[in-house]
């Protein structure tokens, strides 16, 4: 039986679209600046790529550009099951994800 492993990761800040992981997880808390004057809008999906729809949409985040800040601390279970893709929106915005990863660990080429 595999077991699995988990590790909490920050994605640091980013300022741009990016897929963070092709995996499984939970997302435990996303923070979101604007640049003061432009909205910003960030919305994450279940998807290992670029490839996304409004179907795999996870949650997300809007902050009006002069609110500056604002944070979304999510309840247990907001999960991931094949990779997580944070699309954004806004000049100048910038955001961190902090998740959880799971995996299986591997023993001697296979799954254990």
């Known amino acids: ?3 699995k ?3 909490y990761i920050s994605s640091g800040i980013l300022s741009a679209s ?3 992981e092709a995996c499984s ?3 435990l808390q996303i923070e979101l600046w604007t640049d003061g004057k432009n909205n910003a809008e960030l919305i994450i999906y279940d998807s290992p790529s670029d490839l996304v729809s409004a179907d795999t949409a996870i949650c997300g985040l809007a902050v009006p ?4 800040y604002k944070s979304l601390s999510l309840p247990k ?4 099951e094949i ?3 944070c699309e954004l929106s806004g000049e100048g915005a910038k955001y961190i994800i902090i998740y959880k990863r799971f995996w299986k660990e591997k023993v001697g080429g296979g799954e254990k």
Do not use: H
């Open 1 to 3: 039986m595999a077991k």
């Open 5 to 7: 492993t988990v590790k």
């Open 18 to 20: 990016k897929t963070l």
């Open 25 to 27: 997880g939970e997302i």
């Open 65 to 68: 550009g002069a609110s500056i």
């Open 77 to 80: 279970k907001t999960g991931f």
């Open 83 to 85: 990779g997580l893709r």
